[in-house]
T-cell receptor, first 111, second 114 residues
Framework: SQTIHQWPATLVQPVGSPLSLECTVE??????LYWYRQAAGRGLQLLFY??????ISSEVPQNLSASRPQDRQFILSSKKLLLSDSGFYLC??????????FGPGTRLTVT | SQKIEQNSEALNIQEGKTATLTCNYT??????LQWYRQDPGRGPVFLLL?????KEKRKERLKVTFDTTLKQSLFHITASQPADSATYLC?????????????FGSGTRLLVRP
């Protein structure tokens, strides 16, 4: 069966510090991968998606970037965090069927 | 631009009643519409998908309708239970491309009182 992992689960970072969040999927090959952000009390905002290794599409211009160095690894990064980057970051995957499967999320607080 | 509207006010109902949640969309014509459940501090979980040529879809106590003329989907939970309390998100989906990306509504919180 397929499993999706995200780490860390929680993170507190100062403004201006770098960020690296990692997402890995097990049990499937060549999935579509997605990064979402959910601000407190708000809906899910699609940040990036990837249909294959090295293929990244950005949905929202901002100071975040994403990379897919391996088939089942998706990384979200920032060189300098802003206060507005605080939120709940979710990774999701899809393969074959239409629905998406979400990871447990990373709660990021920028102070 | 594409817009998805879900009632931002929480829906508070008595156990055993039917909960009905609404999803309205504008400025696009989705070929599919998905519903997800999200519990606090967790990622969304897929519940149901309905296609544009389907009027209604059922799964156990869940029922989804899709009216492409009204640009609306209704999500029903019959015989609701306190365990159904969660936020429910709709995600209309455009005709398939390689991205299969979803745009989610902001969700409606359902509270089922025992």
């Amino acid at each position: 069966s397929q499993t999706i992992h995200q780490w860390p689960a929680t993170l507190v970072q100062p403004v201006g510090s770098p960020l690296s969040l990692e997402c890995t999927v097990e049990g499937t090959s060549n999935p579509n991968l997605y990064w979402y952000r959910q601000a407190a009390g708000r809906g899910l905002q699609l940040l990036f998606y990837s249909v294959g290794i090295g293929q990244i599409s950005s949905e929202v211009p901002q100071n975040l970037s994403a990379s897919r160095p391996q088939d089942r690894q998706f990384i979200l990064s920032s060189k300098k965090l802003l206060l507005s980057d605080s939120g709940f970051y979710l990774c999701a995957w899809r393969f074959g069927t239409y629905e998406q499967y979400f990871g447990p999320g990373t709660r990021l607080t920028v102070t | 631009s594409q817009k998805i509207e879900q009632n931002s006010e929480a829906l508070n109902i008595q156990e055993g009643k039917t909960a009905t949640l609404t999803c309205n969309y504008t400025n696009y014509s989705p070929a599919y519409l998905q519903w997800y459940r999200q519990d606090p501090g967790r990622g969304p979980v897929f519940l149901l998908l309905i296609r544009e040529n389907e009027k209604e879809k059922r799964k156990e106590r869940l029922k989804v309708t899709f009216d492409t003329t009204l640009k609306q989907s209704l999500f029903h939970i019959t015989a609701s239970q306190p365990a159904d309390s969660a936020t429910y998100l709709c995600a209309p989906q455009a005709r398939m491309d390689s991205s299969y990306k979803l745009i989610f509504g902001s969700g409606t919180r359902l509270l089922v009182r025992p």
